[in-house]
Structures are given as structure tokens and as C-alpha cells.
């Protein structure tokens, strides 16, 4: 199994390092481990190139007008995907890595 961060620079800390050292070896990926996160890496989990969108797209059809009502309606949002949906996005990922590969790394969106 491997572990992915994102790029944030909070999860570069020495304790956190540490921890991912660890806990996961040489299988993590991030700014400060082993396997350096790239630089212009595209999305390439499914909460990135799915879950995001779907749940802005559904959360704010309408701009919420209080914190609370934000709140509730990204839950409504989460309650409301398929869980097929989420499959074929898990099932998408061998996919999204072809194209990474095939475009060196850079941004792929506009080949979809």
C-alpha cells in the first residue's frame, strides 16, 4: 500500500515525516519523503478528479447563505452520490495514470 499527500506545505513538517517514515517506509509520496510529490503533478486521486467537483457542483447549485446551511448541504451533497459512481471514478485511476505518463507529468485535463 502507498500513502499520497498533496503538495501543502503543513504536511512537510519533520514531525510528520517522521511519522510517514514510520508508519509507511519508502511508500509515501509528498514533498519531503522519499518519492517527491512532482512539482506540476496532475490530479491523480479520485477525490481530486471526481469527489471535489461533484460535491462543489451539487453544494453550491444555489450560493448557501449561512455557515450552517453550507454545512448541510455539502452533507446532503455526500448522501446523495452513487455509490456505482464512486466505483467507476476508483476504476478510473489506472486511466488518469496512462495519461500522466503520456504527457510527462503535465496537465492532462484538456486531453479528456
Known amino acids: 500500500m502507498w500513502y499520497q499527500q498533496d503538495g501543502c506545505s ?8 517522521e ?4 508508519k509507511f517506509g519508502d511508500c509515501w509520496i509528498g ?3 522519499y518519492n517527491k510529490w512532482p512539482a506540476c503533478s496532475p490530479d491523480l486521486t479520485p477525490m481530486d478528479f471526481y469527489l ?8 453550491y447549485s444555489e450560493m448557501p ?3 450552517e ?4 448541504r455539502i452533507r446532503r451533497a ?4 452513487d455509490p456505482n459512481e464512486i466505483r467507476r471514478a476508483v476504476l478510473s485511476v489506472s486511466t488518469y495514470f496512462r495519461k500522466c505518463v503520456d504527457v510527462q507529468g503535465h496537465h492532462f485535463e484538456h486531453l479528456s
Open 10 to 17: 503543513a504536511h512537510s513538517a519533520r514531525i510528520i515525516t
Open 19 to 22: 511519522l510517514l517514515n514510520r
Open 31 to 33: 514533498r519531503s519523503g
Open 52 to 59: 471535489w467537483g461533484k460535491l462543489k457542483q451539487q453544494a
Open 65 to 67: 447563505t449561512t455557515r
Open 69 to 72: 446551511d453550507t454545512k448541510e
Open 78 to 81: 455526500c448522501v446523495a452520490i
